[in-house]
């Protein structure tokens, strides 16, 4: 079983529903980064970084 971590405040954040400041917080929940405003109901779950799609161009390889 796996725990929860805690609720972190993000510095300097504010809400783009209510545009409060110093109110929305984060986590690494089971589904993934999940962020949310202390002062109004504004919740949202953020993609995992392995979901992401790499570019299409490839700058260089790197041969040592």
Known sequence: MQRE????FIAGASCPK???LDGMQYR??????????AFCDY???????SSQEA????????KP
């Open 18 to 20: 209510c545009e409060k």
């Open 43 to 49: 919740q949202q779950l953020m993609d995992e970084p």
């Open 5 to 8: 971590s805690r609720w972190r």
């Open 55 to 62: 570019p299409a161009q490839m700058i260089g390889v790197f």
């Open 28 to 37: 690494d929940g089971e589904q993934g980064q999940e962020m949310r405003c």
